[in-house]
């Protein structure tokens, strides 16, 4: 029987695939805080900025942070389905 050989063209294909794998983790790391944490925090500071204890900005934040997470993880399916598809 003939054993499984690893060439260097397979170690060089897994670890571009997983350095791949990190890059594509990290872009979407960053695109997430941005568009999920900026709202919270503009309706945060405008809560702060009211005289009345009410979170209703902060909520609204949230929810629109909500959105536009899931917004921003499909435009990231949509791009790497289109760039796996090449």
Do not use: C, H
Request: charged share 20%.
């Amino acid at each position: 029987m003939a054993a499984f050989k690893t060439t260097n063209e397979d170690l060089d294909k897994a670890s571009a695939a997983k350095r791949a794998f990190f890059v594509n983790l990290l872009d979407l790391s960053w695109r997430l805080f941005g568009v999920m944490l900026g709202p919270l925090f503009i309706g945060l500071y405008i809560d702060s900025q009211r005289t009345g204890s009410g979170k209703g900005f902060a909520l609204g934040g949230f929810a629109i942070g909500m959105v536009l997470g899931v917004v921003a993880i499909r435009g990231f399916v949509l791009k790497l389905s289109k760039r796996g598809s090449q």
